[in-house]
């Protein structure tokens, strides 16, 4: 496959918005070292709540117009992180927003959270053979916080991981490829909590309170993390992707909020669990490329 870059990598979200607060610094990182960065997204975000009066006549409840606005937001993001390849599952509008757990949405025609979940994975499988990734990142089982998309992204993504690297599979979808690594994606207990303090001691005024910790997606115990990514050189780029998504994001310095108005810290560090393939650092240490180990790939 002498027509790839030594390096790629593949992240897989729920909604335009969700690869920019989660991932943002590290996509711009390696996109600025000259790896293919591919961003498959699952559904337009159509549900979201909006942060900007003026647009909110887009609403799902209004004129339900809000997913075609979010991709031009998701294009404008990429543009700042410098990502080219960014793709939605199975092309525009085949999966929508689900909406939050429970809600009647779940179940509406085409919602993601009702897909099944091999349908929706052999789109995926298509996009790892394409492109043929070694390191895959997505979010845990439980989508990092719970929402159904996040959850079915999840699953979705450890699915078409499998699939495209058997050779029973479709036979006719492309070469099989092995995904060499997967990562969920994740914060430190304790970098959250520096992060929150942080907060606490600037408190800036365009936020009338603060999130809690269990707001933040991924928050797990720092032992179980494995890689960190500095991708403190790219910060500007990351707030300025979360800035583009400004129906769902208001960024404020070092510190953004949701539509629930609640101020939270932007990680320039950003952090990963590998869940399959071997560590390219020595036990108990963490890596600081996720491509470490693999082999053609690593720096
Ligand atoms: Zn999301």
Redo the contacts with the bound molecule.
């Keep these: 496959m002498t027509d790839h870059p030594a390096r790629r990598l593949l992240l897989v979200?729920?909604?335009p918005?969700?690869e920019s607060i989660n991932n943002g610094a590290t996509m711009a990182r390696y996109a600025a070292e000259g790896a293919q960065v591919t961003l498959v997204t699952c559904t337009l975000?159509e549900e979201g709540e909006i942060i900007p009066p003026a647009l909110a006549h887009l609403a799902a409840d209004r004129d339900d117009t809000l997913g075609p606005y979010r991709q031009g937001e998701l294009a404008a993001a990429m543009k700042e992180l410098g990502v080219t390849d960014h793709r939605l599952l199975g092309g525009p509008g085949r999966f929508r927003d689900s909406g939050m757990m429970g809600a009647e949405q779940n179940h509406r025609p085409a919602a993601f959270w009702d897909a099944d979940v091999d349908d929706a994975a052999q789109y995926l499988v298509e996009v790892i053979r394409s492109v043929r990734p070694q390191v895959l990142v997505t979010y845990d089982p439980d989508g990092g916080y719970g929402?159904p998309?996040?959850i079915q992204a999840h699953r979705v993504a450890m699915r078409a991981a499998e699939l495209a690297a058997d050779p029973a599979y479709r036979t006719g979808a492309g070469a099989v490829h092995t995904v060499a690594k997967i990562y969920w994606n994740r914060v430190p207990r304790s970098v959250a909590e520096e992060g929150f303090a942080r907060l606490r001691d600037t408190v800036p005024d365009a936020f009338p309170g603060i999130a809690a910790i269990d707001d933040v997606p991924g928050v797990v115990d720092d032992t179980r993390i494995t890689a960190q990514i500095d991708g403190s050189a790219h910060a500007a780029a990351k707030r300025a992707a979360m800035r583009a998504h400004a129906t769902q994001i208001a960024v404020d310095g070092p510190f953004f909020a949701l539509s629930n108005d609640l101020g939270q810290p932007v990680f320039t560090t950003e952090y990963y669990e590998l869940v399959h393939g071997a560590s390219g650092a020595p036990q108990g240490v963490r890596e600081d490329d996720l491509f470490a180990g693999v082999p053609g790939a690593e720096q």
Excluded: E
């Design positions: 979200h729920a909604h918005d969700d975000g929402h998309d996040h």
